[in-house]
C-alpha cells in the first residue's frame, strides 16, 4: 500500500510545483487543501509538509527566474523582512486555534485573492517573455506591511505567502505579473523556512509521507519555470482564479461541517 501512495504523493506534488512556479505560489496552495480534504494528513500537518514544499519549489524556481532576469532582487528582498517575522508569529498562532477555524481562514482568504486577481487582467504592454517590460515598483510602505501579514498567513496556513504577495505586487505596486510571481518565488523559500522550523519542531512534519511531495514539487517547480516563458499572463490569471475560487469553495464546506464525498463518513 505505501509504493501506491507514494507514487501518488509525488503526482500531486509535481503538479503542484509546476503549477506553483507559473503563479508564483510555491504548489503548496493546491497541497494543503488537496492532503487536508483527502484526509492524507492532519490539517497542521499538511501546512507543515506545504511549507517544507515552499522551500523546495522557491529552490528551483528562483534561480531558473534570477538568470532570466525577471526577479526584482530590491524589491523582494525588501518584502521577505515584512514576511520572514510574519510567518513566526503566524505559526505560533498556528497552535492556538481550532481546525475548523484554520480551514475557514484558508477558504476566505483564497476567495479574497481570487477577487484581487479578477479585479485587473494584465495588458499586453505587461507580458514578459524574453526581455522584461519597463516599469516603476511604488508604495514600498504599503507592500512591507501587507508582507508582513503575508508571511502570518504562510505560518497560519502552509502557503508562502505568494497568494498575498503576487496579487500585491501586480495590483498595489505596478509589477508585472510574471515578475510579480517570479518574486514572490525568489520571497517564498525564506518565508516559508522560518515558519517550517517551528511546525518541525512541534513534531507537526510527516517525514515519510513530505519527502515524497517535496521530490514531486522540486522536479515541477523546474518544469513550471522553464514552461513561463511560454504561458501568456492571461493564461495565468485564469488557472490562479479557478484555483483559488473551487479550493476556497471547498474549504468553507469542510469548515462548516460538510465531507467532500471522497473522504467518505468522518
Same mark, same amino acid.
Given at each position: 500500500m505505501l509504493a501506491p501512495l507514494v507514487i501518488v504523493l509525488i503526482a500531486l506534488g509535481l503538479l503542484a510545483g509546476t503549477f506553483g512556479a507559473l503563479v508564483g505560489l510555491g504548489g503548496s496552495i493546491i497541497l494543503v487543501p488537496v492532503l487536508t480534504l483527502m484526509g492524507i494528513f492532519p490539517v497542521r500537518s499538511a501546512i507543515g509538509a506545504g511549507? =517544507?514544499?515552499v522551500i523546495a519549489s522557491s529552490s528551483a524556481a528562483a534561480g531558473v527566474y534570477v538568470r532570466r532576469g525577471w526577479v526584482d532582487v530590491r524589491l523582494g528582498m525588501l518584502l521577505e =523582512?515584512?514576511? *520572514?517575522?510574519?510567518a513566526v508569529a503566524g505559526a505560533v498562532v498556528a497552535t492556538l486555534l481550532p481546525e475548523a477555524w484554520l480551514k475557514a481562514l484558508f477558504g476566505v482568504f483564497l476567495l479574497g485573492a481570487a477577487v484581487l486577481m479578477w479585479r485587473r487582467p494584465p495588458s499586453e504592454a505587461e507580458e514578459v517573455g524574453d526581455t522584461v517590460p519597463e516599469y516603476?515598483?511604488?508604495?514600498? !510602505? @504599503?507592500? =512591507? %506591511?501587507v508582507s508582513t501579514a503575508a508571511g502570518g498567513v504562510?505560518?497560519?496556513?502552509?502557503?508562502?505567502?505568494g497568494p498575498i504577495q503576487v496579487p500585491l505586487m501586480y495590483l498595489a505596486m505596478d509589477v508585472p505579473l510574471k515578475i510579480a510571481a517570479a518574486?514572490?518565488?525568489f520571497i517564498m523559500g525564506v518565508t516559508a523556512a522560518a515558519g517550517a522550523l517551528l511546525y518541525y519542531g512541534r513534531g507537526e512534519?510527516?517525514?515519510?509521507?513530505? #519527502? !515524497?511531495? *517535496?521530490?514531486? *514539487?522540486f522536479l515541477g517547480a523546474q518544469l513550471g519555470s522553464r514552461l513561463a516563458r511560454r504561458v501568456q499572463s492571461r493564461v495565468i490569471q485564469l488557472l490562479l482564479?479557478?484555483? @483559488?475560487? #473551487?479550493? %476556497? *469553495?471547498l474549504m468553507l464546506g469542510e469548515a462548516a461541517g460538510y465531507t467532500a464525498p471522497w473522504r467518505g463518513a468522518r
Open positions: 511549507l =517544507l514544499c =523582512l515584512g514576511t *520572514v517575522a510574519g516603476h515598483a511604488r508604495n514600498y !510602505p @504599503l507592500g =512591507l %506591511g504562510s505560518g497560519l496556513l502552509g502557503i508562502g505567502g518574486t514572490s518565488n512534519v510527516i517525514v515519510a509521507l513530505t #519527502g !515524497p511531495l *517535496v521530490l514531486g *514539487v482564479l479557478v484555483i @483559488l475560487l #473551487g479550493l %476556497g *469553495v
